[in-house]
């Protein structure tokens, strides 16, 4: 069964750092593309990053320069590196991953990671 596990959320001041990983299985981790979203509170969920395959990867304008999104095949992991946090950054991180069925594409999520920016 596929699964996604995110960890690495905390509490951390305004311009501190944070890494946060997520742990996948149960799907051909390597051929697939991986995304962090993250949601706050009375907002809507955002997409914050997206790895190919082949490791292209794509930000939000609102943390590009600042977050950087990797992974390890041989570990079935993707990482998001954020920097220079600020309190807006504050929500529940989420991995996603979209896998191909016989109808469409299904989407797959992780539990969420809390991260909290204090000002």
């Known amino acids: 069964q596929v699964q996604l596990v995110e960890s690495g959320g905390g509490l951390v001041q305004a311009g501190g750092s944070l890494g946060l990983s997520c742990a996948a299985s149960?799907?051909?981790?390597?051929?697939?593309?991986m995304t962090w979203y993250r949601q706050a509170p009375g907002k809507q969920r955002e997409l914050v990053a997206v790895?190919?395959?082949?490791?292209?990867?794509n930000y939000a304008d609102s943390v590009k320069g600042r977050f950087t999104i990797s992974r390890d095949n041989d570990k079935n992991t993707v990482y998001l590196q954020m920097n220079s946090l600020k309190p807006e950054d504050s929500a529940v991180y989420y991995c996603?991953?979209?896998?191909?069925?016989?109808?469409?594409?299904?989407?797959?999520w992780g539990q969420g990671t809390q991260v909290t920016v204090s000002s």
């Open positions: 996603n991953t979209k896998l191909g069925a016989t109808w469409g594409l299904r989407d797959y």
């Open positions: 790895i190919s395959s082949r490791s292209s990867t």
């Open positions: 149960g799907f051909t981790f390597r051929s697939t593309t």
